[in-house]
Structure formats: structure tokens, C-alpha cells
């Protein structure tokens, strides 16, 4: 590889630090759809959260909270 | 023309289970360097503290012998010698007990920064592994399942049991940030090299930090019983 590639990812949260990290995607995902609704959809000041929760959550809880909220049954404080 | 070949005697390291091996596998990581270097400390102590109580053990048995020594002594107490065998045996252990809580504590060391979060997620009896970073939507990026190869389908060189189709593959000298689930019922995610060994619970993240400090091919087997194949389930990373 000529270039350097800049390896980056969601960072170790202060409110997180034990070996359980649930809490830590969950809220991750709360907050980028809270940081939606109060943006909008089209800000991309969200885009920043969108990458947290995506590192840190299994593509298959992100699929099932994505079919909660749609379906309004997510059991969050969005 | 006679070409002569010098072989260089290289020194491969262990990073699998070898038959017979008494001893760890070579450390990979500063956690798992550690704990070898943890173990030894303390064995050394513990051959100190065996040699003690087995010459202690051989020679009443060879003095008090009944053929030389007919007659038994009558020894109800004896206060100082009481009083000495307690204490010591005590503060040994006190000793011994400082490596191990400090490397328990810098163990649990939180990585701020780290490069890269790799998901591995368990199931009966494969693993799936989720490179995430750079997803732009919510649509997986780099999934793939790694099985282990069944016998028949080896390849010369190839270990038993132990080789998966697609191996985790990761940079090394970089803080990883490996986030484990399962997705049916509990594992455990080992590689010995690394000194990582973390059970996977179904609904829980664990995250492990490691940083690997040298490449090469690492090998792990499951750890918690998850049901038929619970012996066959691995976890190789590049």
C-alpha cells in the first residue's frame, strides 16, 4: 500500500468502561436517532453517531431495533 | 556446479496446540507475556514451597519409622512452632498474591483509542466475524462465516481440526477492539496466543482489547460447551 491508511473506529466511552459494552451500542443507537429527530433526517452532523453504533452493534440487533422502530414497538427512549 | 544450500535454522513459533506440550503457547500480545511470565514467577515459588514440604514429609517418615523408632512421642503442643506455621504460610501467599492483582488491573486497562472493532459473533458451531468501520449505511459491510475445515477437506500441512475457510485476519501492532456475542447459546472466544479467552453470551457484548505484536497465524478452539460440535468450533486469526 503506498498511501497510509487511517484506521479509525468508535472510541472507548468514559460511561462504559467495563468488559459489557450492551448499554454502550444501545445508546449509541438511541442517540444517533435522537440526534435524527433533532436535526433532521438530512443533517449529516448524525453521520458521526451512525458509525459508532454501527462498530459497536451486530448487524442482526441493528436489523431487529431498525424493524422495531418501524413497527413502533422499540423499547427505547428515542 | 555444486550449489550449496545454507539452511538457517529458524525458530517457528508455537501458536498452536502442539502434541503432548506441557508448557503455554508463545505469547503474542503483552497480556498473554504477562501471564507467562506471571506463571513462571510464581512456579518458582511453589517448587520452593513443595521441596520444603516434602523433605519435611520424608524425613519424619524415614526418622519416626516404627522399626527405628518404636516408641511414639507424645506431643500435645507445641506453642512457638504452632504459632510459626501459621504466620509464614500466611504472608506467602500475600507475596505471591502482588503480580497477579497487578496484572488483573492492567488487564482491565481501558484502550482509548483504539484502530479497528472487529464483531465475532458465535453460533453452533461456526463463527461470523463483522468488520464494521466503515460501513456507510446500515447494510453489513465485511460478513463472513469461518467454519472449520473438516478432515477430509485438508490440504498438506494443514492442522486437524484446527483450520478454518476464512480466518479472521487482523493488523498487527494496532490496539484491536474485538466485541463478542453469540447469537444462539454460550461460547467462549479463546486464542491462547493472544491470552484472550472470553465467553460469549447471547444478548451481552464483551469487548476485548489486544493488541497483537507480531504476525502469524494464531489458533483457538470454543471454550464453553454449546452443544455436538462444541469441540470443533475454532477461532484462527492471520
Request: net charge negative; with cysteine.
Amino acid at each position: 500500500m503506498a498511501d497510509e491508511i487511517e484506521l479509525k473506529t468508535a472510541p472507548a466511552d468514559f460511561r462504559f468502561p467495563t468488559t459489557n459494552q450492551t448499554r454502550h451500542c444501545f445508546t449509541r443507537y438511541i442517540e444517533f436517532h435522537r440526534c435524527l429527530a433533532a436535526k433532521g433526517e438530512e443533517s449529516n452532523e448524525c453521520e458521526r453517531f451512525a458509525k459508532f453504533y454501527r462498530s459497536l452493534c451486530p448487524g442482526e440487533w441493528i436489523e431487529k431495533w431498525n424493524e422495531q422502530r418501524e413497527n413502533g414497538t422499540f423499547p427505547g427512549p428515542l | 556446479m555444486i550449489v550449496r544450500e545454507w539452511l538457517f535454522l529458524t525458530m517457528a513459533a508455537c501458536d498452536a496446540a502442539e502434541p503432548w506440550q506441557l508448557g503455554f503457547q508463545d505469547a503474542a500480545t503483552p497480556m498473554m507475556q504477562g501471564i507467562i511470565d506471571l506463571q513462571h514467577n510464581i512456579f518458582f515459588f511453589l517448587i520452593l514451597i513443595l521441596l520444603f514440604v516434602l523433605q519435611i514429609l520424608v524425613r519424619a517418615l524415614w526418622h519416626f519409622h516404627y522399626q527405628k523408632n518404636p516408641v511414639p512421642q507424645r506431643i500435645v503442643h507445641g506453642t512457638t512452632i504452632e504459632i510459626l506455621r501459621t504466620i509464614f504460610p500466611s504472608i506467602i501467599p500475600m507475596f505471591i498474591a502482588i503480580p497477579p492483582f497487578a496484572l488483573l488491573y492492567s488487564m482491565d486497562e481501558v484502550v482509548v483509542d483504539q484502530a479497528i472493532t472487529i464483531k465475532a459473533i458465535g453460533h453452533k458451531w461456526y463463527r461470523t466475524y463483522e468488520y464494521s468501520d466503515y460501513n456507510s449505511s446500515d447494510e453489513q459491510s465485511l460478513t463472513f462465516d469461518s467454519y472449520t475445515i473438516p478432515e477430509d477437506d485438508l490440504e498438506l500441512g494443514q492442522s486437524r481440526l484446527l483450520e478454518v475457510d476464512n480466518r479472521v485476519v487482523v493488523p498487527a501492532k494496532t490496539h484491536l477492539h474485538i466485541i463478542v456475542t453469540s447469537a444462539d447459546v454460550l461460547h467462549s472466544w479463546v486464542v491462547h496466543s493472544s491470552g484472550v479467552k472470553c465467553d460469549v453470551v447471547p444478548g451481552r457484548l464483551n469487548q476485548i482489547s489486544i493488541s497483537v505484536q507480531r504476525e502469524g497465524v494464531y489458533y483457538g478452539q470454543c471454550s464453553e460447551i454449546c452443544g455436538m460440535n462444541h469441540a470443533f468450533t475454532r477461532a484462527p486469526e492471520t
